[in-house]
Structures are given as C-alpha cells and as structure tokens.
C-alpha cells in the first residue's frame, strides 16, 4: 500500500503549457506539503496544508496554485510552465505540522522543454 | 531561506566502516530531522532529536544534537552497499512558521 503517492512520476511538457500534479495519501495524517528539489538536489518547500487550509506560502510564482480538496489530497497547478520549473517536485505529509518526520511521495519529475 | 549545512558534500567510503556526517543550522530548532534520499526516489524519514536530546540511536544509526554549537551528527555505523544514498538534516524552527527547511545533502557510497 502506497502511503503518498503522486501522480505522474514524469512530466515533459512544452513551455506556455498548464500542467496538474496530484497527491494523496492514504496515512490519515492532517498536513501535507509540496517541495521542489532543483538540479542540485537543494529541496525547498514550496506550500503546506493543513485540514485543507493553506498554511504555507513560501515565495512561489502565482502560476503556481495548490488546491487541497480534502485533507487526503493535495494538488498543484502549473500555468504558463517556463524552462526555470524544470525540477522534481515531492509531495508529503505528516501527523502534524512540522512536529513529526514526513513521508515523501516518489516526487515527480518535470521536464519543460 | 536555507537553515542546514550538510558537511561532507560527499564521501565514499569501504563497505564496513563507519560513515559520520555533520549538519550545522543558524536559528534556534524544535527538532532535527535526518532523511536517506535513493537515486530517483523520495526522502525516507531515519531518525528525529528534540532540541531537548542530545542523542539517539536507532539499529545502525546514532544522532547527536548539540543545540549550543547548533550542530548534529550522524553516524551510521558499520556500513553497507545499500547505505549508499544521499541525507539530509532538516531543521524545524522554535516559534515562527512550522516548515522544515532542509540542508544540501551528503552524498554518501559504500564501496563494496
């Protein structure tokens, strides 16, 4: 049984395109979170959710949108993808926010070309 | 902003020895975290220490947190091929916002 899984594992997507990512986890914890890990392996949190309300916004593009339809499920919207958003992109979750270790999901790995 | 420093960046070692890699972070943390990153998968959460331990061990791994010279350890302990992956620490902040900011990552390989 997956406990965070992502969908899709690849993405290759032309520049201007508007592409979704979706997350759920079947763990039953309140909180999740979207991270990017760029070509350097650097993993920087991009937004967090908890019981559904945003919590963490870092400074992110507005082409950037998650959307949370219940707490199981975290999505994120890509419009007008530039080269620059090439990355992996790693959903999580957790217990409670912050207090606990986090499960990652696979991550999905991006390619705007 | 980053808060964790990973040191080595990398290191390569024999199958058997012990591998020790230092984080070092900035601001004052509610707990330390340490995850194994796989080549092409996701982090897997190993170990976390409160800002009120000063070690913790669990099977191969040891982790010492030492909050005045903000910095921690990690040891792993006879070593295997399989250890072979990247770690990184993550600090979670007192007070302010709750998000874990993670370091650069210590590219560990155990050579068979």
Not at chain 1, 13 to 41: A, F, R
Not at chain 2, 26 to 55: M, P
């Amino acid at each position: 049984d997956t406990a965070v899984s992502q969908t899709p594992k690849y993405l290759v997507t032309q520049m201007g395109n508007d592409k979704s990512i979706k997350c759920e986890q079947n763990l039953g914890h309140d909180t999740m979170y979207w991270y990017k890990q760029d070509s350097k392996k650097f993993l920087k949190i991009m937004f967090s959710y908890n019981n559904k309300e945003l919590i963490i916004n870092e400074t992110v593009p507005n082409r950037f949108s998650p959307k949370s339809p219940d707490k199981a499920h975290l999505n994120l919207h890509i419009n007008s993808l530039e080269l620059g958003d090439s990355a992996v992109y790693f959903c999580a979750s957790s217990k409670r926010t912050g207090g606990d270790g986090y499960t990652f999901g696979s991550g999905t790995r991006l390619t705007v070309v | 902003s980053q808060q964790g420093e990973e040191d080595p960046q990398a290191l390569s070692i024999q199958e058997g020895e012990n591998a020790t890699m230092n984080c070092s972070y900035k601001t004052s943390i509610n707990n330390l975290q340490w995850y194994r990153q796989n080549s092409g998968r996701g982090l897997v959460h190993l170990i976390l220490i409160r800002s009120n331990e000063r070690e913790k061990h669990s099977g191969r791994l040891r982790v010492t947190l030492d909050t005045s010279k903000k910095s921690s350890s990690l040891l792993i302990t006879a070593s295997r091929a399989a250890d072979t992956a990247s770690y990184f620490c993550a600090t979670l902040s007192q007070g302010g916002s709750e998000k874990l900011v993670f370091g650069k990552g210590t590219k560990l390989t155990v050579n068979p």
